[in-house]
Each structure stands twice: as C-alpha cells, then as structure tokens.
C-alpha cells in the first residue's frame, strides 16, 4: 500500500493563531486525499476531500475558511487551521486512495492552549 | 449519506477468547474495508472486500463481507493482548469517500 507522512507528529499552540499540518504521500502520487479529525475513542470524521490542483470539497459543517486546504503537488496537500481554539484541539489524520482502500498517515496530534 | 452501524463499540475479553465485530447498513457499498488503529497512531488497513459473499483470513482473524454487500463482520480466533485496540469498519462510497463504522474498542487481558 501507500506509505503517507504527516508532519509535525504533534504540536502545541496558542489561541487565536495558525497551524499547518502537512500530508506527503511519499511513494505514491495522490490527485485525492482526504483529512479527518478523531476524538479520543471515536471514529474519523471526514473533514474535506483535498483535489489536487482544485479547490478542496468540505463536508457539511466544516468551515472552509477555518481549515484551509491546500493540494499544490500530487505528494502534499497542507491543511492550516486557523485562528484555532482550545475546541480546534484533536487528532487530524489524512489519508490516500488507491483503488478501493485508503492509506492513512500517522496523525497528528493538535493542542491549543 | 451512507450509514454504517459497528457493533460493540466496546470489547473486553480473556486472552484465548473468541470475538466478533458487526458492522450493518441498508446501503450498499462498493467495498468494505477493516481497520485497525493503536491510540497516536493512523489506521492500519487490514483487509478489503469487494465481492457479496467474500471470506478473506488474516492469521487468526476471519473478515466476511455480506451477500448483499450491506454488511460484513470481523472474527478474531483465540484473542492476544496484542490484538488490543481500535478496530474499524468503513464502506466505500462514490469519489473513493469511506463511511466508517463508531469503531470498535477491544482489550484482550492476559
């Protein structure tokens, strides 16, 4: 399967300002990627789906201009949270297709103070 | 949207029990995948099915994908405590979206 890599692993920031979170897919070219916010002891929720080279598509009750997506290669989509809050705090993970199945980075893990 | 019930959200087993994990919908999906996911990490892909009716074994664990491609179950033979962890199902969608299941907690003691 796909090998993904997120970065930074975790990260600790302060309220009002913005984080960016990046995704590589680093063996595979990716024109999709998906990014996905999980509670402790929950399942992932989608958050968008990233298209390279277009505008990112956001699920219902996202807001685009809070969780900025951004796919400039078919290796890197970023996701940059924006003036977060303590209630931006969670696990975001993003993942690749390929076929049918999905390969998953290994999260990162957001807190804001 | 697509719903995916996942049954039981939580599992705690003796080492060397018998398990399994119900994952239902009315819809049908063009795939179905397992997961499993250990706490800071992604999920892992463990298995996918595609055809109604399919039955895949990983080692101990058995992954059946409905006749009517609505449902699938995950059957862990002779639980470890490495086994221990996050299991999750998802349907595939149009655009190569998943619909996950709420996931399945299992702790296998020793």
């Known amino acids: 399967g796909a090998v993904v890599s997120q970065h930074p692993s975790r990260v600790i920031c302060k309220s009002g300002t913005s984080v960016k979170i990046e995704c590589r897919s680093l063996?595979?070219?990716?024109?999709?990627m998906f990014w996905y916010r999980q509670f402790p002891k929950k399942s992932l929720m989608l958050m968008a789906t990233?298209?390279?080279?277009?505008?990112?598509?956001?699920e219902q009750g996202v807001e685009k201009d809070k969780f900025l997506i951004n796919h400039a290669s078919l290796t890197l989509s970023t996701l940059t949270v924006t003036s977060a809050h303590p209630e931006d705090s969670s696990f975001y993970i993003c993942?690749?297709?390929?076929?049918?199945?999905?390969?998953f980075g290994p999260g990162t893990r957001l807190t804001v103070t | 949207t697509q719903l995916l019930e996942q049954s039981p959200q939580f599992l705690s087993i003796q080492e060397g029990e018998n398990l399994t994990v119900y994952c239902n919908s009315s819809?049908?999906?063009?795939?179905l995948q397992w997961y499993r996911q250990e706490p800071g990490e992604g999920p892992v892909l463990l298995v996918t099915?595609?055809?109604?009716?399919e039955v895949k074994k990983l080692k101990r664990l058995t992954f059946q994908f409905g006749d009517a491609r609505k449902d699938s179950s995950l059957h862990i033979t002779a639980a470890q405590p490495g086994d221990t962890g996050l299991y999750l199902c998802?349907?595939?969608?149009?655009?190569?979206?998943?619909?996950f299941g709420a996931g399945t907690i299992l702790r296998v003691k020793s």
């Open positions: 993942s690749v297709t390929s076929g049918h199945e999905q390969y």
């Open positions: 063996d595979f070219q990716a024109t999709t």
């Open positions: 990233s298209n390279e080279g277009s505008k990112a598509t956001y």
């Open positions: 819809s049908v999906f063009s795939s």
């Open positions: 099915v595609v055809t109604g009716g």
């Open positions: 998802a349907g595939g969608e149009y655009g190569n979206k998943l619909v």
